[in-house]
């Protein structure tokens, strides 16, 4: 099965700082997926990158993916106090029917 | 679309009660994943159905965890008896069952057994 490890566990930045967040994973993919998670609620998409893409943009998300490295990177800039979540990765396989989640990464953003 | 829907949002119950949680699948979706969340082990995938086969329940913890899906639209997730380490979030999710789809996630149910 498929699973992503994000790292740091916790990270606290001040509001306008950069956040970075790491993801990787062991066996080869087809995808891999950011989701956020707001206390008390679901898991909300952010955005997909395809094995064969390197980057991939979303207004102030940037993802990266080496399949080398088997690692993934999700970076928030200028973030604000209501990024205030928990990020997950999740990889895909080659139908969609095995997605598991890392533990997250915790983002504090202090205004 | 109402996205995927979850009941009872929370659920107080007393060990050894049966516990019946229930998902509405976003329209056209096919796959249905069941998935707990607790500090101590994160988000844990239970099973995950296809065109409502179950094709992987190697997640679900042990016999008193049941989940069915009795059409393309609705599941649920059966826990009898219960017991207090059932404690967590439930989260139900649906996606298409093709890779690099986006799997959407209701609000879970929020589950203490007592």
């Known amino acids: 099965s498929q699973q992503g490890e994000e790292d740091p566990q916790a990270l606290s930045i001040q509001e306008g700082e950069n956040a970075t967040m790491n993801c990787s994973y062991k066996t080869s993919i087809n995808n891999l997926q950011w989701y956020r998670q707001n206390s008390g609620r679901g898991l909300v998409h952010l955005i997909l990158?395809?094995?064969?893409?390197r980057e991939k943009h979303s207004g102030r998300l940037r993802v990266t993916l080496d399949t080398s490295k088997k690692s993934s990177s999700l970076l928030i800039t200028a973030s604000r106090a209501a990024d205030t979540a928990s990020y997950f990765c999740?990889?895909?396989?080659?139908?969609?029917?095995?997605?598991?989640f890392g533990a997250g990464t915790r983002l504090t953003v202090k205004p | 679309d109402a996205g995927v829907i979850q009941s009872p949002r929370h659920e107080v119950t007393e060990m050894g009660q049966e516990v019946t949680l229930r998902c509405k699948l976003i329209s056209g979706h096919n796959s249905l994943f069941w998935y707990r969340q607790t500090m101590m082990r994160g988000l844990e995938l239970l099973i995950y159905f296809n065109n409502n086969v179950p094709i992987d329940d190697s997640g679900m913890p042990e016999d008193r965890f049941s989940a069915k899906m009795p059409n393309a639209s609705f599941s649920t997730l059966k826990i009898q008896p219960s017991e207090p380490r059932d404690s967590a979030v439930y989260f139900c999710a649906s996606s298409l069952s093709y890779s690099g789809n986006t799997i959407y996630f209701g609000e879970g149910s929020w589950l203490t057994v007592v």
């Open positions: 999740a990889t895909g396989g080659y139908n969609n029917n095995d997605m598991r």
């Open positions: 990158i395809r094995s064969n893409e």
